[in-house]
């Protein structure tokens, strides 16, 4: 079987790199269409502009309604029709990157996607999630190719919600361990098309697993006061690059399945998605029968930048059995990434290891505090 490695063609991180901008963008054509969220247009626009101007291209923006949907992606590919784009701009978090992305994929127009936190490994991939005008899943549009341009400005990064920060670090601690699994059992990752990764992005996975390990604390709370310094600049390369390459490319495995489970619990919205994929990954380790120093491993890092150990830390003080049930149903269903684990896993399994996972994390919290 062939290996393969996906990845955006150029990436650009710095504090200020924002001012960057219209060099990169001057490579791929003159007229930009810069699609954003209220907030991050509020203290981007301005700044993008400008980049532009200087570098003699052209540019009109337009604010992302909120929602991914085939709706708004419609709107937003008419408007930057009508405006004679040449290139789209994908600013801010999650889901104006994916409708973002998804216009430039419909429009075959290149992308250069300027992420205003590092919440989640999306910017990298050649995937756009599409749901329901009322917000449900819908689909995911797989693109014919990764990002043109990816540029990350830390200090824009820096002044968001440190909560965003250490959602992406729960997003990016699980790939090392995700892809850990889709290489022991050799099964084929659905985001490449079915090859496995190279080499590079194994070593990627580590050094990304190690990054988090070694800077996650520090770049924590310097984001909490809003500096920027060489923790950070590690923390933001780890959650936007090395977990995107990581995971696009060494696949997903239990802990994104047991997130998707969560997600059926409605006390569990108000947490981010990062902060639901490390309890699914503590739960993860504990299906796989890991050793306990693995698990104590990830349990200290998590509990070092405020992730959640145990279900009472995702709104879920006392769950009843039939709503942890209902959570290991959904990540057992058909599709999931948790069937990329090396033995064939059912919802008792799952049920069993997500009740452990708490009662571990509760154990392990007592234990620092006594
Ligand atoms: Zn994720």
């Known amino acids: 079987m062939s290996r393969i490695l996906l990845s955006p063609s150029r990436y650009i991180q710095g504090a200020g790199a924002i001012s960057e901008l219209g060099v990169h963008a001057a490579r791929l054509g003159n007229s930009v269409f810069v699609i954003g969220g209220k907030t991050a247009m509020s203290i981007c626009g301005a700044a993008i502009e400008a980049s532009l101007r200087a570098n003699s291209i052209s540019c009109s923006q337009e604010i992302f309604q909120g929602v991914s949907s085939r709706k708004e992606i419609g709107r937003l590919a008419g408007l930057a029709r009508s405006q004679s784009a040449d290139i789209i701009i994908a600013l801010g978090g999650g889901a104006s990157i994916d409708a973002a992305k998804a216009v430039s994929h419909e429009m075959d127009l290149p992308v250069i996607v300027v992420p205003t936190t590092a919440a989640t490994d999306a910017p990298c991939s ?8 009322d917000g449900v899943f819908d689909s995911y549009l797989f693109l014919r190719k990764n ?23 729960g ?13 022991r059992s ?6 490449s098309g079915g090859q496995t990764p190279t080499l590079a992005v194994l070593a990627l996975s580590r050094l990304c697993y190690e990054t988090l390990l070694g800077s996650g604390h520090q770049a924590k709370l310097a984001v909490e006061r809003k500096m920027v310094t060489p923790a950070v600049e590690a923390i933001v390369e780890a959650n936007t690059l090395l977990s995107g390459l990581s995971s696009e490319n060494g696949g997903h495995a239990g802990a994104h399945s ?8 409605p006390a569990t919205s108000a947490k981010l998605h990062g902060e639901k994929v490390a309890f699914g990954l503590l739960a993860q380790l504990v299906l796989e029968g890991r050793p306990l120093s693995d698990i104590r491993e990830v349990q200290a890092f998590c509990l070092s930048v405020g992730l959640p150990i145990c279900l009472e830390e995702l709104n879920l003080p006392n769950p009843s059995q039939e709503e942890i049930r209902r959570v290991a149903e959904t990540a057992v269903a058909e599709g999931e990434t948790i069937h990329a684990t090396w033995f064939a896993v059912t919802a008792e399994m799952v049920e069993a290891a997500i009740w452990t996972a708490d009662a571990l994390g509760l154990d392990f919290k007592k234990s620092r505090q006594s």
Request: proline share 3%; aromatic share 8%.
């Open 126 to 133: 050649a995937l756009s999630v599409v749901y329901t005008e």
């Open 147 to 169: 990002p043109d341009c990816v540029l990350v400005d830390t200090t824009i990064v820096a002044s968001s919600p440190a909560k965003f920060l250490v959602a992406g670090m």
């Open 171 to 183: 997003d990016a601690v699980a790939g090392f361990w995700e892809s850990a699994t889709c290489a």
């Open 186 to 191: 050799g099964k084929t990752n659905s985001f």
């Open 258 to 265: 047991i997130h998707n489970g969560l997600t059926t619990l």
